[in-house]
C-alpha cells in the first residue's frame, strides 16, 4: 500500500515578489499533516524524501524551510550548479 498525498497551492497576485509561494503554501500544508499523523509517519516520510531526492534535499529545504520539521536540518549545502541546471533542479515538480 502506498500512501499518497495531493497538496495544493493557491497562486496570490500579492506574492507575485515571492516566487513558488503557492507550492510554499502547499508544502507547509503538507508538513503540519505529517506531523499531525506522528513520529512514525514524520520518520517514514523523511525516509522517502531523502531517498527520492538525496543530494537535492538542501535544495528544498532552501527554497521550501518548511520541510526542515519532518527531514531536519540538511548536514550540507546544496552543490552550486550552472544556471541551467539549477533550472533544471526543479522540473520534476
Known amino acids: ?3 499518497i498525498h495531493f ?5 496570490d497576485q500579492l506574492q507575485q515578489a515571492r516566487p513558488l509561494s503557492a ?10 499533516s505529517i506531523i499531525q499523523q506522528g513520529p512514525k509517519t514524520c520518520l517514514e516520510t523523511k525516509k522517502a ?6 543530494t537535492d534535499v538542501g535544495v528544498l529545504t532552501d527554497v521550501f524551510p518548511c520541510l526542515c520539521k519532518i527531514i531536519g536540518k540538511p548536514q550540507t549545502a546544496p ?3 550552472g544556471s541551467i541546471a539549477a533550472q533544471n533542479r526543479f522540473k520534476f515538480f
Open 7 to 11: 497538496i495544493s497551492g493557491k497562486f
Open 1 to 3: 500500500e502506498r500512501n
Open 79 to 81: 552543490i552550486e550548479v
Open 23 to 32: 507550492m510554499n503554501a502547499a508544502f507547509i500544508e503538507y508538513t503540519n
Open 49 to 54: 524524501v531523502i531517498n527520492a531526492i538525496n
